[in-house]
C-alpha cells in the first residue's frame, strides 16, 4: 500500500529501529512507547489488521505472533504483553496489522 507507514517501514523508505526481519515479519521499537519496552511487530504483507491477517494468511499470523515472542526474549522480558487492536474504537491507528510487545513495568489491568 503506498500510503501505509509500515508498508514503507517494510519496504526500507521510512527508517525504523528495526530489532528483528524475516521475510514474514519486521519487528521494531514504537516511536511512542508505553513501557520501557515497546516493540512492533508487523507482517511483510499488508493487511489491514489482526483480523485481516488471521482470515487471509494464517501462517504468517502464526509468524507474527512467534516473533512476539522472540523479541520479548531477546528484550530480557519474561512478562510482558502482547495486544492487537482491531478497528479504530479498540485504538488502532495504522490500518497495517501489528503486534504491541510492551513489558519493563507492572503493567495493571484493566488497561486504557
Not at 493487511?47 to 526474549?73: G, I, S
Request: charged share 10%.
Amino acid at each position: 500500500m503506498p500510503d501505509c507507514i509500515f508498508c514503507s517501514i517494510v519496504s526500507g523508505d521510512i527508517p525504523a529501529n528495526i530489532v528483528l526481519r524475516t521475510p514474514e515479519v519486521v519487528a521494531f521499537t514504537d516511536l511512542n512507547p508505553q513501557a520501557p519496552t515497546h516493540i512492533l511487530v508487523i507482517p511483510t504483507e499488508h493487511h489491514e489488521n489482526a483480523a485481516a491477517l488471521a482470515q487471509d494468511n494464517p501462517a504468517q499470523a502464526a509468524a507474527v505472533l512467534a516473533a512476539t515472542q522472540k523479541v520479548a526474549a531477546e528484550a530480557g522480558l519474561t512478562d510482558y504483553r502482547t495486544v492487537f487492536n482491531t478497528g479504530p474504537e479498540a485504538g488502532q491507528s495504522v490500518f497495517h496489522a501489528h503486534a504491541h510487545v510492551i513489558g519493563g513495568r507492572n503493567l495493571g489491568w484493566p488497561p486504557g
